[in-house]
């Protein structure tokens, strides 16, 4: 969203790429960040599950399938994504929120998420 500054993960420091196979981002440089016209928010890196993946089927967002015409190849549990805020907020009050790679997540999500919750979600290695 702040074209000429460096983008920052939730601990202030620069934002590392969440997943470059497959290839994540609304503008799919492999990074959680964005610009004026994402209106979903693509600001969290987080670890795919499968309870997750159907939970956003359900809601009408399937992530699974893959879609060539797009590049999209479909994910599986595993693989790391750049979600929008909402969805995951969603997922975190019915319980079944993936886990977060925190220096891949932009700092834009503290404005509405604390970084103490973030790293109850936290993947680690």
């Known amino acids: 969203m702040k074209d000429n500054t460096i983008d920052r993960n939730v601990f202030g420091e620069p934002l590392v790429p969440c997943s470059f196979d497959p290839l994540t981002g609304f503008m799919r440089d492999g990074c959680c960040r964005s610009e004026s016209s994402d209106q979903g928010e693509h600001w969290i890196c987080a670890v795919m599950t499968d309870d997750f993946l159907a939970f956003s089927q359900l809601r009408g967002n399937d992530l699974s399938t893959p879609r060539p015409q797009w590049q999209f190849p479909g994910l599986k549990a595993g693989d790391q994504w750049c979600l929008c805020l909402s969805r995951w907020l969603e997922a975190l009050a019915e319980g079944c929120a993936p886990l977060v790679v925190l220096e891949s997540t932009h700092q834009f ?11 109850r979600f936290e993947a680690r290695p």
């Open 109 to 119: 999500v503290l404005d509405r998420v604390s970084l103490e919750i973030l790293q």
